[in-house]
């Protein structure tokens, strides 16, 4: 159950990790669009 719980603690870390990312260079690139326009 250990071994589980880890490989699974894993996997969601992996899975939730990127998205803020994507999110703040989504926001990053929307703002320097606006701003060269």
Do not use: H, N
């Not at 803020?20 to 326009?37: H, Q, T, V």
């Amino acid at each position: 159950m250990g071994e589980d719980f880890a490989l699974s603690g894993a996997t969601w870390f992996w899975f939730f990790v990127p998205m803020p990312i994507l999110i703040i260079l989504c926001a990053i690139s929307l703002f320097k669009r606006g701003e060269d326009s």
